[in-house]
Every structure is written in structure tokens, then in C-alpha cells.
């Protein structure tokens, strides 16, 4: 059935409401091909999210989950095909967006430090950077850690940390990949937390994960991604209880595929 | 009784005098001695550390060549580079008018010029190292090359301020090349190796050893100094 | 302080070539503060063997030189490299060795002789090696005994390449015979095994010569200053001052200008 020749143009899911004054949207992907040394990365993939809830890029590890996020980050060029974030290129978007990778940088800084930094690349006045500062700590419930090295802080603890420095300045899109790997329940429990208070400020989320119930708890649709190329895509109501797709289905149901 | 044993007794005991009574004579090569290596190891950093941190992110072609020649560089024997330096400065040589020879200046030419590839190798190592780790959060931020290169210095600062006391340490410890531009004047160019060089050759071999263990702690100490600074800052920041 | 002076080449300073055997005997030390204090003229010392002494200056790097092999001396000044040389002082040259003394030299006069005894048993001798003006008086007296020891070089003949201190450091370390001049033994602080064995031979003579570093060979030589040194150390005072010299007891340098020692020459 489905392998990636999903036509772009058309809204192909009714169902899922359009974000209609987004900056940066719709995210539109057609035939997008990623190689390396003749190993083809990224399949023909092709997509259009329009909708301002949070689209979860499902499935195995090794799918290309996180290239893909990486293409649409700017990090990386596809070797053929379009993207597009709204009417602007991927390369004019990345100003507006941010992106917590999967094991997240942290500066040889503080906690505050690391927030202080990214506003410094941004040439924000000097006099607004502390009250940010502030907000972003307390939004990560760092505040009483500001001053400690970021790099001691514990996995979850650096993840609200990156976080929190991505969307200091309100990014219109947070990428994140993978955010709660090797995250024990409870840090889990805090970053999709604020996962969903960022995203419920006007943040548009695309994130990437293999763990079927957290895609379940946060998304509001779900790309369904299996050995480089794209199988479906809907909305999460729609995908959990019926998936279109057959490999999908295998998936959801604790299947391995290989 | 053994004569090697007689002599390092007789050593610390003239160490030890010299700096209770705080020996003019040692004071004036102690502070000689701090004032070349000190200024050679600025005037090699303010050169070093830009370039390697230009090495270390600039890709252009036939970097791998610089980069193993850098390297190699730190192996250049210092008598050479004195050597090299004294041929220069000559009144026979192309820079002969500047009156150079004999002078602290000599000296601290040839002393930056050895301790030059140390501090740049090194620079570029950390800077190299600190960029492939930063380098997708920074591009992801939108960082300018200068505001990277400044990002990475900054993080960098322990890492490579043990490389500029790394420096020290070598042109500290130097004494064939100060030797051969400096000529050993007294009250001059006279430092604590060319001293300890100049009382062996004289064979008072108590006195010569008291100043190289003076040398010794003076050397161990900045080295110290450096190894519990990253020390801390590693433990620290990470 | 005299460096940074010497630099700008304002105030008055020299710079002196000369060996590591006058700088070891301490003469300079001694001598130069009375002359600074007199004419307030600063003076540096570059101590070096005396070939590359006169290389040095030779180059201009020096204002002044002041070795002790006359025919190197004579031969700078014939090349048009100095102005004139004036015999300032002498002293001797000893020959040292273990005081077990194994070749039987103690005592001789005849120090060609003495070497020949040497050289004949292979004991072991270290010698400068360095072009210096005690080495190349080391080699006149080989050849005076009709012996060239450096196809021995490495075996029983050890040339060190080092000043005279280095030399007798390693002499000192090895029990060997070596030949040096009279002050820069009594100065030397690491004797060990080794005592004077062989004095007094004619052969033996160490004369000193200062000359003033041409300025018309080198423009930028500080001249006035230079010959202010020279005419310093030839004056009466200044010979009376090396002749007051003295380390032990002992008088180390003999002036050659004072007219009642004229004779000694």
C-alpha cells in the first residue's frame, strides 16, 4: 500500500485542525531523498503537517527518524526533493525554530549560563537577558540550580535544561529527537510535561520517538516511519486505533520489524 | 664519605641560604629568568592561540600537512632554534642592525619561538575537540563564526590556559638557545639555567645544584598550579 | 641597568669577546666594576672558546677582544678586524692529572716530554677540543713532542668540545691528565683526584692581548668607549689592578705593561 507516495499539495487529513496564522507552516516535504556514500538515508518521502498540535514522528530505531528531523532543521541537505517550512526555506526557517537533539550539548557553563548564552547569539539587549533567564529556569523548575555547572545536573534534569534554553525566545517550532531516552519515570514524567506546556504557548512540536506510549500520551498526530520511508500518516486518534498501514499495525502491536 | 652525598646536602644547604638571606644575585636571575619566560610565552600566545583556533576551524586545503607539522614542531630541539636565532640577529646576519645579540630580547625571541608550536598545538587540539562537540548546537543557534570562535575559547580557557603554562615550563627549563643568544652576561642575560650551567662549568657543583633546585620548585610549581586549575575546572564544569 | 643602555647604544657600554677561561678565574668580576666605576663605561662579557671569540668579533658583535693565542690575535689585526693588539698580562699553563699520577710525570720541566709519557701509556687526557686558545696551545706542545693524538680521539684522548671548567669537570670525573691555564685551576671548585704535576716549562707561557674591534670594519662598534677600556687596562692603575688580583693568596695574572715587569716578558 502506502510507501511514501503521498501527493503534498492536497491536505490529505481533514481531520487534523490547520494552524492557519503559523509562521512557519505548513511543513511541506516532497520527494525528499537523503544519500551518504550511495546508501540511501531517507526514501522519497513526502508530507504536509499543517496543524498547530503536536506531530510525533513514530517508529523502530534505525528508521530515520532523526535524520529526518535533522533535514527539516536545516542541519543537513537533502540530496533531492523540497522542503519547505511555510513560504520559507528550510535554511530562512531555522532562525524560528529550535532543536533539542538527542543527547542535548550543554556549555562547560552554569545552568543560567547556558540560557545566557543562547541570548547572547541572539543579540538580545543586555537588559531583558535576566528576566528570560529567570522565566526559562523556573518554566525547567531549575531556578534553585542556576548557578551549578550545567554539565552536573542529572539526564533529566539537563534535558529540561535544553529544552528550556531552546524555547527561551519562543521558537515557532521545537524539534526535539528522542527526548526522554534512558530518562528514568519520573524525568520522563517532568519533560513531557513541559513538552506540552511549550507546546500549549504557541510553540509548534515535532518530535521523534520509538516508544509507542509516549506517543500515545503526547501526540496529536503521528508520522509513522519504518525503514527510511514514511507509511502513514494521521491523526493520533485515527492511527492508535485503526493504522491504515499494515507494518504500522505489526508495530503497535509489539511486533519487531525488521 | 660519598661525595654525591656531601654535595646535595651542601646544595640544600646553600639553597636554602640564598633564599633566607634572599640572595641578591639569586633574586636578580629569578626575577631575569621569570621576566623572558613570562614575556616569551605571552608574545607566543597572542599569535598561537588565534591561529590555532583558525587551524582548528578553518578547513583549507593541506590542513592535515599543517596540522602534523604543528605537531612535530613542538619536538624542535630549543639549541637549534638558538642557534637559528643567533645567526639571525648576528651584526654578520640580516638583522644585525637592530643590535639584538646579547640582549633579554634575543632571548625572548628565541624562547617564543619554542614554546610558539606548544602553545598553538595545543590550542588547536582544544579547540578542535570543543568544536566537534558544540558545533551542531551552535549552527543550530545560529552562532557566526566569531561568535563560535569566541563560544569555544571560552569554554576552552582551562584546557588552554594548561597549554600556556605548558609553555612556560619548556622555556623556563631552556638553556641552550639563551645560552648561545645571550651570551650568559652577568647582570644581563644571566638566568637561573644559564647560571647553574656556568657554576658547574666552574665546579662548584654545591652552589649550581641549590639553584637547580630552586629551579626545580619554581618549575614544578607553575606546572602544579596548572594541574590542579584544570583539575578544578574539570571537576567543575566537565 | 647596562643592558637596555648597551641596546640604544646611548649611553656608554662595550661588549668584551673573550674565553671562559679568563671569566673562570674570576678577573672580570673583579676588574671590570673598578673600571665602570671610573669612567662610568658599562662593560659586557661574552665568554666563549677564543676561535668563536674571534669569530664574534670578527662580525662586530663585539666591541672589544680579549683572548690569549697571539697568533690568532695578530692575524685578526693583519685582516684589518682590529685596530692593534696590546700585550695586557700572562699567567702559565699547568699540566693536571690523578694524584697517583700512573704515567711518572710529576715534577718534569720538559712538558712535551711529559705528554710523550702520556700519550705513550694511553692514560687518558682531556682536552679542550674546542679552538680555543688553551687548546690550540695543547696542540703546539703535541706537536712540539711530534705527536698527533686525534686519530686517538674517542680512545685514551678525550676532546670534550667544552670550555675550560666543562673540561676539568670531566678530567676531574675521569682521573685524567688535561692541560689549563694556572688561574682557572685555582679558582676550580671540583678538583677531585687532580694536582698540578707539570709547571715551569718556557712552553708554557699564557700571554693575553686585548684589541679594540676596527670601526671602520664595523661603523656601529662603540670605539671611543672601546679604546677607553683598552687604554684603561694598559695604564698603570689598570695593570696594577690585575697584578692586585688574587684568589688563595695567589697572584693569578701578571701585567705586561708595568714597567718594571716589562722584563719578565
Known amino acids: 500500500m502506502a510507501n511514501g507516495a503521498h501527493p503534498a499539495e492536497k491536505r490529505e487529513y481533514p481531520e487534523l485542525a490547520t494552524a492557519n496564522d503559523h509562521p512557519l507552516l505548513p511543513l511541506v516535504a516532497r520527494q525528499l531523498r537523503f544519500d551518504i556514500n550511495g546508501c540511501q538515508i531517507i526514501r522519497n518521502i513526502s508530507f504536509w503537517i499543517g496543524s498547530s498540535g503536536r ?90 540550580l542556576a548557578s551549578r555547572p550545567a554539565r552536573t545536573l542529572s539526564g533529566g534534569q539537563q534535558q529540561r535544561l535544553a529544552i528550556a534554553r531552546a524555547c527561551v525566545l519562543r521558537p515557532a517550532v521545537l524539534l526535539l529527537d528522542e527526548p526522554t531516552t534512558n530518562l528514568d519515570p519520573g524525568a520522563v514524567r517532568e519533560v513531557e510535561e513541559m513538552i506540552r506546556a511549550v507546546g500549549a504557548a504557541g510553540t509548534k512540536i515535532l518530535m521523534t520517538t520509538h516508544d509507542i506510549a509516549q506517543a500515545r500520551r503526547l501526540a496529536s498526530d503521528v508520522m509513522f516511519l519504518n525503514d527510511r520511508r514514511l507509511l502513514e500518516h494521521a491523526s493520533a486518534a485515527e492511527f492508535f486505533s485503526s493504522p491504515k498501514d499494515e507494518v504500522a499495525a505489526r508495530f503497535l502491536d509489539g511486533e519487531l520489524l525488521d | 664519605m660519598n661525595p654525591g652525598v656531601n654535595e646535595f646536602s651542601s646544595a640544600i644547604g646553600a639553597a636554602i641560604s640564598m633564599i633566607v638571606t634572599l640572595d641578591p644575585g639569586l633574586v636578580e636571575i629569578v626575577l631575569l629568568s621569570l621576566r623572558i619566560s613570562l614575556s616569551a610565552v605571552i608574545i607566543a600566545s597572542i599569535v598561537a592561540l588565534p591561529l590555532g583556533a583558525l587551524i582548528a576551524l578553518q578547513p583549507f586545503p593541506g590542513r592535515r600537512g599543517v596540522v602534523v607539522l604543528l605537531n612535530a614542531l613542538m619536538g624542535l630541539p630549543p639549541v637549534v632554534v638558538g642557534l637559528m636565532v643567533y645567526l639571525l640577529l648576528s651584526r654578520a646576519g640580516p638583522l644585525g642592525p637592530m643590535g639584538l645579540l646579547f640582549t633579554p630580547t634575543a632571548m625572548i625571541i628565541a624562547q617564543s619561538i619554542i614554546v610558539f608550536p606548544i602553545i598553538a598545538a595545543l590550542s588547536r587540539q582544544t579547540i578542535a575537540d570543543l568544536h566537534e562537540e558544540y558545533d551542531e548546537h551552535l549552527r543550530s543557534i545560529g552562532c557566526t563564526p566569531m561568535q563560535s570562535v569566541l563560544t569555544l575559547l571560552r569554554d576552552g580557557r582551562y584546557r588552554l590556559l594548561t597549554g600556556i603554562m605548558a609553555g612556560f615550563g619548556r622555556a623556563i627549563a631552556e638553556v641552550g638557545a639563551v645560552l648561545i643568544v645571550g651570551g650568559n652576561i652577568l647582570h644581563s642575560t644571566r638566568v637561573m639555567t644559564t647560571t647553574i650551567a656556568l657554576e658547574t662549568s666552574k665546579g662548584n657543583l654545591a652552589l649550581a645544584l641549590g639553584l637547580g633546585l630552586i629551579l626545580v620548585v619554581l618549575a614544578l610549581s607553575v606546572n602544579g598550579t596548572a594541574l590542579v586549575i584544570s583539575d578544578a575546572a574539570q571537576r567543575r564544569y566537565g | 641597568m647596562v643592558t637596555t643602555a648597551a641596546v640604544t647604544g646611548e649611553s656608554p657600554s662595550i661588549t668584551i669577546a673573550s674565553t671562559t677561561s679568563t671569566e673562570n678565574s674570576g678577573l672580570f668580576a673583579y676588574l671590570l666594576p673598578l673600571f665602570t666605576a671610573e669612567t662610568g663605561i658599562g662593560v659586557r662579557v661574552v665568554a666563549v672558546g677564543t676561535g668563536q671569540a674571534i669569530r664574534l668579533a670578527a662580525s662586530g658583535d ?96 678525550r676532546e670534550t668540545g667544552s670550555g675550560m671548567g666543562a673540561t676539568l669537570n670531566t678530567a676531574s670525573g675521569m682521573d685524567a691528565y688535561a692541560l689549563t691555564d694556572r688561574a682557572t685551576w685555582t679558582r676550580f671548585g671540583n678538583k677531585g683526584n687532580l694536582e698540578i704535576l ?37 695604564s698603570e692603575r689598570g695593570q696594577k689592578k690585575i697584578a692586585a688580583y688574587r684568589v688563595d693568596g695567589r697572584q693569578l695574572f701578571f701585567p705586561d705593561a708595568l714597567p718594571d715587569t716589562a722584563g719578565e716578558r
Open chain 1, 55 to 144: 506531530t510525533v514522528i513514530l517508529g523502530p530505531n534505525g528508521a530515520g527518524k532523526t535524520v529526518l528531523l535533522r533535514l527539516c532543521h536545516g542541519l543537513i541537505h537533502p540530496t533531492d526533493g523540497e522542503l519547505r517550512w511555510g513560504d520559507l526555506s528550510v535554511a530562512e526557517a531555522r532562525a524560528q525554530q529550535a532543536m533539542v537533539p538527542q543527547r542535548p550539548v550543554l556549555l562547560r557553563r552554569s545552568v543560567a549560563g547556558n540560557v545566557q548564552h543562547v541570548l547572547g547569539v541572539k543579540r538580545v539587549p543586555r537588559k531583558q537577558r535576566q528576566d528570560l533567564v529567570a522565566a526559562a529556569l523556573e518554566q525547567a523548575g531549575l531556578t534553585s
Open chain 3, 62 to 157: 663585539a666591541d672589544v677582544l680579549f683572548v690569549h693565542h697571539p697568533p690568532s690575535e695578530h692575524k685578526f689585526v693583519a685582516d684589518g678586524f682590529g685596530l692593534a693588539r696590546h700585550a695586557v698580562m700572562h699567567n702559565d699553563f699547568v699540566l693536571v692529572g690523578p694524584s697517583e699520577d700512573p704515567a711518572g710525570v710529576m715534577g718534569m720541566t720538559d712538558v712535551a716530554a711529559a705528554l710523550l709519557r702520556i700519550s705513550g701509556a694511553e692514560y687518558v687526557f682531556a682536552s679542550r677540543g674546542d679552538d680555543s686558545g688553551t687548546h690550540k696551545k695543547e696542540l703546539a706542545l703535541w706537536e712540539a713532542a711530534a705527536i698527533d693524538p686525534r686519530p686517538a680521539s674517542g680512545t685514551w684522548y
Open chain 3, 198 to 234: 707539570v709547571e715551569g716549562d718556557a712552553r708554557l707561557h699564557n700571554p693575553y692581548g686585548v684589541i679594540v674591534v676596527n670601526p671602520d670594519r664595523h661603523p656601529h662598534v662603540h670605539a671611543a668607549q672601546a679604546k677607553g677600556f683598552v687604554d684603561w687596562l694598559m
